[in-house]
């Protein structure tokens, strides 16, 4: 049988000794504490020695257990408030009956009828009773109490080892403690001393053990990752307020004012108005009438006080059409990724806030082919290989496009919507250059990079997850045939 240096040291050391606890182990063998633990879980694997496991509980009281110590716990506190019997009403004015009135019923101290608290003459003093007078006795009383949250224990693992019949025979053997190489040095060679000493045996079947680096959310990672490929791509990165007014969320992108998404299911409206921005006017004329484009407007009256109430905004355009807005002249290559609110019932595919990535391109001659191609390279630097578009509607842009990608074992999965930005968005605010402009799903892509089948799974504090998810996972699998 096969020991390596420190296996035979620390058996040798338990020849000597019988048994002893790591600490002890660690001072004679000048190791430490950790190491010697492992070696003698490798001692115990070869039945040569035994290693012992006790945890101990230490218990001690919350600042509210240390109250009710002095003061007596809530239920003992409440029976002694009133006589034989009470009316119900009259007891749950007692600061204490919130708690109280729940635990005399469960300890079986009171019945309770028709509106008539009685005491039923059992009361003795219980183990959670018993344990408030000396906590770190430990016991059941302690237990109830810290499910309670009148206590907390810290639980301590403490080792012996032992030296086993087997372990003594293998002593008897003959053990040999000269001392063992680990590293083949360049002296070593230089020297030739190599040829003289012992190098110490590894075993490369040994699974080591498992350890846990920081690492970021796998969410972040993919959010990071988008980042840096569109910084590559030339885009400028923004970003914007949660809350906006439904004038940029809305009447910006020429959304009419009784469009259904402005609706109360679907939006999150605030208790909070803010004054319009200068020009607000252009906007006001091109919903009514057209204003200044060739579109005849949406008709009717367009109020400006509805477009003063701020929302949770729905979409991270809102920052994009404020950016444009700032920068009328071409060139304006940017991108936000941002988190947006609706109105949505909670299910393993939709949640009411979701993260966003919109990006826009504003310069003289750009044209719809060049959004295709933009899109294109973005989804293949994120590892989609088959891509194709399928015409689509948007309130905002015209032409419209959806994009889809193939996914090995669900096909073809829509990732987003893009088109080129109507005259009616950007005319008011003095842009004259064609804007193309694509908005993507990132809790989409993200459950397929992750394999999620729950979106809720992004967001939960998961450590097992976290640690089990790869640092990086491809996109897509080769397509079949």
Not at 148 to 174: C, F, H, M, P, Q
Request: proline share 5%.
């Amino acid at each position: 049988m096969e020991l390596t240096q420190n296996e035979k040291r620390l058996l040798a050391f338990l020849g000597e000794r019988g048994e002893a606890t790591p600490e002890e182990t660690a001072r004679a063998l000048s190791g430490g504490e950790d190491a010697v633990i492992q070696h003698a879980l490798l001692l115990q694997e070869k039945g040569l020695v035994d290693l012992q496991t006790t945890v101990v509980e230490r218990y001690r009281l919350t600042p509210e257990g240390e109250r009710y110590a002095a003061e007596g716990l809530p239920e003992r506190q409440l029976l002694e408030s009133f006589g034989e019997r009470t009316e119900l009403r009259l007891l749950t004015a007692h600061p204490l009956s919130s708690i109280a009135i729940g635990w005399m019923r469960k300890k079986g101290w009171i019945r309770i009828r028709n509106g008539i608290v009685e005491k039923t003459g059992m009361a003795p003093a219980g183990m959670d009773e018993l344990a408030l007078k000396d906590v770190a006795q430990g016991g059941e009383g302690a237990r109830e109490l810290a499910r309670r949250g009148l206590a907390t224990v810290d639980r301590e693992t403490r080792y012996r080892i032992s030296i086993t019949e087997e372990g003594r025979k293998r002593l008897a053997e003959g053990l040999d403690l000269s001392e063992e190489v680990e590293t083949l040095t360049r002296d070593l060679i230089v020297t030739g001393r190599w040829r003289d000493v012992k190098f110490r045996r590894f075993s490369v079947e040994k699974i080591p053990k498992r350890v846990f680096p920081g690492k970021s959310h796998p969410y972040q990672r993919l959010l990071e990752e988008m980042r840096q490929i569109l910084l590559q791509m030339g885009f400028e990165e923004i970003y914007g307020d949660i809350v906006q007014t439904s004038f940029w969320n809305f009447d910006a992108l020429f959304q009419p004012q009784d469009h259904p998404a402005r609706e109360m299911q679907d939006t999150f409206y605030l208790d909070l108005y803010r004054p319009l921005p200068p020009g607000w006017e252009a906007v006001r004329e091109t919903h009514e009438t057209g204003g200044a484009t060739s579109s005849t407007g949406w008709g009717g009256r367009w109020d400006p006080k509805r477009s003063e109430q701020c929302v949770l905004r729905t979409h991270t355009t809102t920052l994009t059409i404020q950016h444009l807005a700032r920068h009328p002249q071409p060139p304006v290559k940017a991108f936000c990724i941002g988190r947006v609110y609706r109105r949505e019932a909670i299910d393993p595919t939709h949640l009411p806030e979701f993260e966003q990535l919109e990006g826009v391109v504003m310069d003289r001659g750009v044209t719809f082919r060049h959004l295709l191609g933009i899109l294109k390279e973005f989804y293949a630097r994120m590892g989609f290989e088959d891509i194709r578009f399928r015409p689509g509607y948007f309130p905002y842009t015209e032409p419209s496009v959806e994009p889809e990608v193939w996914v090995e074992g669900l096909g073809w999965v829509e990732l987003g919507g893009a088109g080129v930005f109507r005259e009616e968005v950007t005319r008011p605010f003095g842009i004259m250059e064609p804007v193309l402009a694509w908005g993507l799903g990132v809790s989409r892509v993200a459950m397929i990079r992750l394999g999620l089948k729950d979106l809720r799974q992004l967001y939960r504090s998961d450590v097992d997850w976290v640690r089990e998810s790869p640092i990086y996972m491809s996109m897509t699998k080769e397509r079949g045939a």
